[in-house]
């Protein structure tokens, strides 16, 4: 990954982007170097080539290949299983704002402050970009980057935050230390959290900046008896995670967050688990209203989630792994069961020099 510097390069007096005019809020990390020139060599620059160039890039990451009736990311294609059309997008949208509701409309868990705001932000698989935007707005004198595979997220967004498109899982070279890394329902999107994730937060955070993840699994839970484990909804549960292994690609992240705060050597480790129902079935109505929109959430989703894993690792046609869902659905709308997601939110600090490091706690 080439290195840029956390603010982007090319600004106006206003300190406002001046992006290409054919890609209006993305930047990009392709490194281009001249070969063979030599230090008193000139070359002769052509006048034209800026706009050829980013009409180029911007045909080559937005020309999403389509497979199943979805599209796809086209830069580093295939290495995310899951669609970015619009109806993904929107679900997105849908997942986000449960999940805002499930946290008591936080944003975020670390203790970050406007009184003693971050100045350098960094999100991590931002999807449509809307954790990134209103963090923007929350802290307007930081500097917002926000990456993704898809360059899917608006045009139309604060001064003070820009969206690159790029694949985190390779080597992160930021110019200057950040503040506070975030991870939110990034399942799916590494071979190891821990190796690419954990560990170069660690390394690219500035002594005392946090790191935080807000993660699901593909599990689903039950506190009585009546989610059937050898039923339609926990087997699609359990053959996602199996497809997810074979493309070492795992749907197992939150619930080893913990622990890979810990190895990668952060400090004062918080961890939350929350309980997101997976329809309407809880008595109270906040969770009812939750869970309703989990549902539909997972109810837009699933045909995305499952087309590109059951076809590569079971060899299942789009109209078979249809077939297969009818059930599921049915099951994903029976308020008889009582199933939930949990969600694990989990801090973590990069220690001073010379700190001792302490042991991880529970947080309210």
């Given at each position: ?8 390069a ?8 001046n992006?290409?005019?054919s ?25 034209d ?18 497979e ?23 679900r ?37 970009g ?28 604060p ?86 292994r ?29 309980k ?53 659905r ?18 973590g ?16």
């Open positions: 990954m080439t290195k840029h510097p956390f603010s982007p090319e600004s106006d007096d206003t300190g406002t982007n992006p290409s005019p890609l209006n809020t993305f930047q990009f990390t392709f490194n281009v170097s001249a070969l063979n020139s030599g230090k008193n060599s000139i070359i002769e620059p052509d006048p080539a800026q706009e050829m160039d980013s009409e180029s890039l911007s045909d080559s990451v937005q020309n999403f290949p389509e199943f009736g979805r599209t796809y990311h086209a830069y580093k294609a295939g290495s995310y299983a899951y669609p970015n059309d619009q109806l993904e997008q929107d997105y949208d849908l997942q986000n704002d449960a999940l805002l509701g499930l946290f008591g409309g936080r944003y975020f868990f670390a203790p970050l402050s406007t009184s003693n705001p971050p100045r350098t932000i960094l999100d991590i698989a931002t999807g449509t809307d954790w990134a935007i209103k963090m923007g707005d929350l802290f307007p004198n930081a500097e917002v980057i926000a990456t993704d595979l898809s360059p899917i997220q608006p045009q139309s967004v001064p003070n935050v820009s969206f690159y498109v790029e694949d985190s899982s390779q080597p992160w070279d930021y110019s200057q230390k950040l503040d506070y890394v975030h991870t939110r329902a990034t399942a799916g999107c590494w071979s190891s959290f821990k190796e690419q994730v954990a560990d170069q937060a660690f390394e690219n955070l500035a002594p005392g900046g946090w790191f935080e993840s807000q993660e699901y699994d593909a599990i689903i839970s039950c506190d009585d008896d009546s989610l059937d484990p050898e039923g339609p909804l926990a087997m699609w549960f359990d053959d996602m995670r199996v497809a997810s074979t493309m070492d690609r795992t749907l197992v992240v939150a619930a080893e967050l913990r622990h890979a705060f810990q190895e990668a050597g952060f400090v004062d480790i918080q961890e939350r688990i929350f997101m129902p997976m329809n309407g079935w809880p008595k109270d109505e906040r969770l009812k209203e939750l869970g309703r929109m989990w549902e539909r959430n997972f109810l837009m989703g699933l045909s995305g989630f499952s087309f590109a894993p059951f076809n590569r690792v079971f060899g299942k046609t789009a109209a078979e792994i249809e077939v297969s869902l009818v059930d599921v049915r099951d994903l709308m029976d308020t008889k069961i009582h199933a939930y997601a949990p969600i694990y939110v989990v801090i600090r990069k220690p001073f020099l010379g700190e001792e490091r302490r042991s991880s706690t529970q947080f309210s």
